[in-house]
């Protein structure tokens, strides 16, 4: 009955015996492949939906290569988790993953400074993020918090180049890269930052790709008219 159900929506006069036939002995995963390529779907797109206090909905498309590993991933943890659950699967997964890109991080920095050092040591780090609640911790001139926590990058209060050092904890701060971008070019200077990023391109496709999202970034912390007002006073003086 759920192979026919499947089935039902895509049966013509036309090609309702190659169907019929076609189905004959499969499972409901193999008709659902016979019938994704008879009337492919459109892949929607990612959607997170809330339920209630506690639980939510996740949809997403994914390719045949991830759903190998994902049977893949589901054999493994068999003994763990017999049910097979996604909600399961995925959270062992994405938390061996955060504890790895952990431990790699604290494996790749030192954990102390010998000299002054732009390197922050992973004891300020902790501090930091958990000082800043893992979210940016830029405040914009009207008193509006940004709070993202998305693309989240280390910045000094006072550059390192200016003499800001990098193990102490008040001189460090969690932005995103949007914030980080609009301080740095509120420091230094937009010619500055322009020549930095045409210096470190390769070519001139990579130029004016990272000159452009570097202008986006500007213009979306909302900075990017005031720095260009404020150089061109400057200039006039």
């Not at 026919?4 to 189905?23: D, F, G, R, T």
């Not at 790895?100 to 004891?123: C, F, M, N, T």
């Not at 993020?129 to 000094?156: I, Q």
């Not at 550059?159 to 932005?175: A, H, M, Q, Y």
Request: net charge positive.
């Amino acid at each position: 009955m759920t192979v026919l159900m499947k089935l039902a929506p895509h049966i013509k006069q036309s090609n309702v015996q190659q169907l019929l036939e076609s189905a004959i002995g499969k499972s409901v995963r193999e008709v659902e492949r016979m019938i994704g390529g008879i009337a492919p779907e459109t892949p929607k797109p990612d959607q997170i939906k809330t339920l209630d206090t506690e639980l939510i909905s996740i949809h997403f498309t994914a390719s045949r290569d991830f759903e190998t590993l994902l049977n893949k991933a589901k054999a493994k943890l068999s003994h763990k988790f017999p049910e097979g659950k996604l909600k399961d699967i995925f959270t062992e997964a994405l938390s061996t993953l955060l504890e790895e890109k952990s431990k790699s991080k604290r494996s790749g920095l030192p954990q102390k400074l010998e000299k002054h050092s732009r390197y922050i040591p992973v004891a300020v780090k902790e501090e930091v993020w958990e000082r800043d609640e893992a979210r940016c911790s830029y405040v914009s001139p009207d008193g509006r918090a940004c709070n993202s926590t998305h693309f989240l990058e280390w910045d000094h209060e006072l550059p390192f180049c200016l003499g800001g050092r990098s193990d102490d904890v008040e001189n460090i701060r969690l932005r995103c890269r949007t914030h980080n971008r609009l301080l740095a070019t509120q420091t230094f200077g937009l010619d500055y930052i322009e020549k930095k990023i045409r210096e470190s391109a390769k070519d001139p496709w990579t130029r004016d790709l990272r000159m452009n999202r570097f202008h986006l970034d500007i213009w979306a912390g909302g900075g990017l008219s005031r720095i260009k007002e404020r150089e061109r006073a400057q200039s006039r003086h």
